[in-house]
């Protein structure tokens, strides 16, 4: 009798560790890595693993901010495109004679203002939704990078540059450090700030939010403008990882990086989500392309793994809470 | 009052046909503009080629309208369009003598599959569209190079009655032109004389009382985005025949543009509104861009920023005009 009263006690403090969406994450992450080495003998190889990061660390800049968005509610799908104009733009000033490093800052500028042209028709406009904006915007951004440079290519940096993407730092890639300090950076924004806890108060109630005094409008350009300016961030890593670049660069990050934050547990509906849980699924996501790539699955059966975990992992709260619904009215 | 109510709401209905006639004003000016810059715009030829090529995005447009209009998107259609158009050149390539009608059904059904999981996504997993649609995307994309191996089924390989499904005619009328002008007639009807056309606005404008009323808003979702998955397939199978070859990104990107003439045809983005003349003269526009820019000798790779401006400010312009309305009928209020 006490036997069982325990375990079932027990049991519930397992349950409810377990619905923490990041527990389920690392369990899956475990899972992949276990899988992926059983797999593959050179897949556990810690350079191997480290290096990998190389991979798909460029994108994950861009997932820190968009988390912020989609916590207030919104969505931008305009950032691959603000990550190929400003690499654009990057390359044709550097070529136009500019020094590489105040072309990197024009970069960063770049994609500044393009979050800030975002964040101010959103709020100026307050009858069209994140989508519809950033939908346009992201046809005109690209559009503007084509303009540009047409089918040519921009490049031949200088051999620094190309540190950014593949240089080490202490024995670990660059970018992989920089990544983490940009983690710690959001996470104390998010969890440590008030800025952070505006913004869940704008996920969870916006007229709530207002009426309290929360300055919603400048909060909102304030995320979108750090979106566009990520977005940058991440066009001098990919840039200086490829050596040169072209208008098509970056061509579907923006649902990469979306997906990544969805199934870092950010609710769509706005108000809900972790930091830690989006870098756990950047990690996530990223070893498990590897591991894929090195049983030679092809990139399009990738698309399709991708894209069914990201509906999985949408779906699966949603049902849960459903039944939770179902029970308590039993 | 209710006079007064009534002349609001004929004040609101003026705008909203000032719209589509400010629209279809606005392709007769930039047609004009056009013929002066470029005598091979007006011709028989051109217009025929123009509208030929309109006709599908028009088709989608339909469908997506419907989407827009109970407040959703669905960003997958593109994927749809590519798969079902892969899947029935395959089994064209395997069977020449397939009769085109069959095939044109076998990629209508391929759409519905997809479009239905969509929308099952959406009604039943309560995913948002945009998330739902993303996702599908992805997979619909890969299955297309899956099925294909990522070669291409090109014009040799298919017979010539399967490509007269775009280049034959019927009664001196183009065929794609018939399938259009029917859907058309289709939508009209299903859209403005029937219950469930009905239900499909009542659930855009108010999904709450929609449901209230015994509106089960989530089978008009499902049935919607199957709605729209069909379209996509028979445009799959249309694109196919049109330009004789599928390829793995075939129509990538294309629901952008379907989207875009939507908003350009006066569809609210935020539900509930939209009329199918005024979404046919949207497509009609882009069609007219598409066809036109390379004409008067702008690059091509202004094409789509040009297109991009186009949709934004018709968006802003569209939000700025609703204000204007919004505006005038408090202050008669006050009056």
Excluded at chain 2, 220 to 243: E, K, N, P, Q, T
């Amino acid at each position: 009798m006490k036997e069982k009263l325990m375990s079932a006690k027990r049991s519930i403090d397992l349950k409810s560790l377990f619905q923490y969406w990041e527990w389920k994450l690392v369990l899956i992450f475990i899972i992949v890595i276990i899988v992926n080495s059983i797999l593959s003998p050179h897949f556990l190889s810690a350079a191997g693993l480290v290096s990998a990061t190389r991979i798909f660390l460029d994108k994950a800049f861009i997932v820190l901010p968009m988390a912020f968005v989609i916590i207030l509610g919104d969505i931008d799908i305009s950032v691959a495109s603000i990550v190929a104009l400003s690499s654009v733009i990057m390359g044709v000033s550097y070529n136009l004679g500019m020094p590489m490093w105040l072309a990197m800052i024009v970069c960063l500028s770049v994609g500044t203002l393009s979050g800030f042209f975002n964040g101010l028709l959103i709020v100026k406009f307050k009858e069209l939704s994140a989508v519809i904006v950033t939908l346009s915007t992201m046809i005109i951004y690209r559009g503007i990078a084509f303009i540009i440079l047409g089918d040519l290519a921009a490049g031949g940096f200088p051999q620094w540059f190309s540190f950014l993407g593949w240089g080490d730092l202490g024995g670990l890639p660059f970018m992989l450090v920089t990544f983490a300090v940009f983690a710690v950076i959001f996470f104390i924004l998010l969890h440590k700030t008030t800025f952070g806890r505006k913004i869940y108060a704008m996920g969870n109630n916006l007229t709530a939010s207002r009426f309290s005094g929360i300055q919603v409008d400048k909060i909102k350009v304030i995320v979108f403008t750090l979106t566009g300016l990520m977005a940058s961030v991440t066009a001098l890593f990919l840039t200086s990882r490829m050596g040169s670049t072209r208008p098509n660069v970056a061509i579907g990050y923006e649902l990469d990086v979306i997906a990544m934050v969805v199934l870092g547990g950010v609710s769509t509906a706005g108000g809900k989500g972790r930091i830690i849980g989006v870098i756990l699924s950047i990690f996530l996501v990223g070893f498990l392309k590897f591991g894929l790539g090195l049983q030679n699955v092809p990139a399009q059966a990738q698309l399709v793994i991708v894209g069914l975990l990201l509906i999985f992992a949408v779906i699966m709260p949603n049902f849960k809470t459903k039944t939770k619904i179902r029970k308590s009215k039993t | 009052m209710p006079e007064r109510d009534l002349k609001n709401r004929i004040n609101a209905a003026s705008i909203v046909k000032f719209r589509e006639l400010g629209l279809f004003i606005f392709i007769i000016i930039l047609s004009i503009f056009i013929q002066l810059r470029n005598s091979s715009f007006l011709t028989l030829d051109n217009i025929n080629d123009m509208i030929r090529n309109t006709v599908i995005l028009s088709i989608l447009s339909l469908g997506m309208m419907l989407v827009i209009v109970t407040r959703g998107i669905d960003l997958s259609i593109g994927a749809t369009l590519a798969l079902s158009g892969m899947v029935s050149a395959l089994v064209v390539r395997e069977n020449p003598g397939m009769n085109p009608i069959l095939v044109v059904l076998l990629g209508i059904m391929i759409g519905l599959i997809c479009g239905s999981t969509v929308g099952f996504l959406v009604s039943r997993g309560r995913v948002l569209p945009i998330i739902a649609s993303l996702g599908m995307m992805n997979v619909f994309r890969g299955l297309t190079f899956m099925v294909s191996g990522g070669r291409w089924v090109s014009a040799h390989q298919m017979p010539d009655h399967f490509k007269a499904i775009a280049t034959g005619s019927i009664m001196g009328i183009n065929t794609m032109i018939m399938i259009a002008l029917f859907i058309y007639l289709l939508f009209y009807y299903f859209v403005n004389y029937t219950r469930t056309g009905r239900y499909i606005y009542a659930v855009g404008s108010n999904p709450e009382s929609a449901q209230i009323s015994g509106i089960e808003n989530s089978k008009i979702l499902w049935m919607v985005y199957s709605l729209m998955g069909s379209l996509a397939g028979l445009s799959g199978v249309l694109w196919v025949a049109r330009f004789a070859s599928a390829q793995g990104d075939t129509a990538m990107g294309f629901e952008l543009n379907v989207i875009a003439a939507c908003v350009l045809g006066g569809v609210s983005i935020s539900g509930g509104s939209g009329k199918i003349s005024g979404v046919i003269l949207g497509s009609l526009l882009l069609g007219i861009l598409n066809n036109a820019l390379p004409l008067i000798d702008v690059s091509p790779f202004w094409q789509q920023a040009i297109q991009g401006f186009i949709i934004l400010f018709a968006v802003l312009v569209n939000v700025l005009v609703k204000r204007r309305v919004d505006r005038s009928n408090l202050m008669r209020r006050k009056i």
